[in-house]
């Protein structure tokens, strides 16, 4: 798995922290800092909602790196960073660590971020079915909350036109 420091942000061009983050910040308060994120960057990375998710990554570097980010850390900065590639299988890893402890929600991030790894590399659309196959049985979950489970849906919508990976037949539906 590539490495994952709290230095490996862009700048972001952002909204100003939310009053409870600039407190944690200023306050040096690190560790409230980071759960503080993992619990609302998590929220924010469903709902697309990616300035707001960067500009709170993003002052992560003004504390001492982490030696083992949080999985959530790790999944939000996979999400919003565009010098980090993720691979499929570091996404695995987190994938199953998520489900181990019981976090469908990161775990529904988690199954976005490899699809939409998958349509973005414009091929080999085979590798769609075992993350569309985890994402049905999370979907499944009457748990999940209304949020994660319309992030998981867009995501499968997404994965069932581009899935054949006749692209024609993709741009003449999305026409």
Same mark, same amino acid.
Request: hydrophobic share 45%; with cysteine.
């Given at each position: 798995?590539?490495?994952?420091?709290? +230095? &490996?942000? *862009?700048?972001? @061009?952002? *909204?100003?922290?939310?009053? @409870?983050?600039?407190?944690?910040?200023?306050? +040096? &308060? =690190? !560790?409230?800092?980071? =759960?503080?994120?993992?619990?609302?960057?998590?929220?924010?990375?469903?709902?697309?909602?990616?300035?707001?998710?960067?500009?709170?990554?993003?002052?992560? $570097?003004?504390?001492?790196?982490?030696?083992?980010? *949080?999985?959530?850390?790790?999944?939000?900065?996979?999400?919003?960073?565009? &010098?980090? @590639?993720?691979?499929?299988?570091?996404?695995?890893?987190?994938?199953?660590?998520?489900?181990? &402890?019981?976090?469908?929600?990161?775990?529904? +991030?988690?199954?976005?971020?490899?699809? =939409? @790894?998958?349509?973005?590399?414009?091929?080999?659309?085979? $590798?769609? =079915?075992?993350? /569309?196959? /985890? !994402?049905?049985?999370?979907? !499944?979950?009457?748990?999940?909350? *209304?949020?994660?489970? !319309?992030?998981?849906?867009?995501?499968?919508?997404?994965?069932?036109?581009?899935?054949?990976?006749?692209?024609?037949?993709?741009?003449?539906?999305?026409?």
């Amino acid at each position: 798995m590539e490495k994952i420091t709290n +230095g &490996d942000m *862009p700048p972001p @061009s952002q *909204p100003p922290l939310l009053p @409870s983050f600039a407190a944690l910040l200023e306050a +040096g &308060d =690190q !560790a409230g800092y980071i =759960q503080e994120l993992c619990n609302q960057g998590l929220n924010w990375l469903l709902d697309f909602q990616f300035p707001l998710l960067a500009g709170h990554l993003f002052p992560l $570097r003004q504390f001492p790196p982490l030696k083992f980010p *949080p999985p959530r850390i790790q999944l939000l900065t996979l999400a919003i960073n565009p &010098d980090i @590639s993720p691979s499929l299988s570091d996404l695995e890893g987190l994938y199953h660590l998520f489900l181990e &402890d019981d976090d469908g929600k990161a775990a529904c +991030g988690c199954i976005g971020i490899a699809l =939409q @790894s998958i349509i973005d590399s414009g091929h080999a659309f085979h $590798r769609f =079915q075992p993350w /569309r196959t /985890r !994402a049905e049985k999370l979907l !499944a979950n009457t748990s999940l909350s *209304p949020l994660a489970g !319309a992030f998981l849906a867009l995501f499968q919508v997404w994965a069932e036109i581009m899935g054949p990976g006749n692209l024609a037949e993709t741009n003449a539906l999305l026409e």
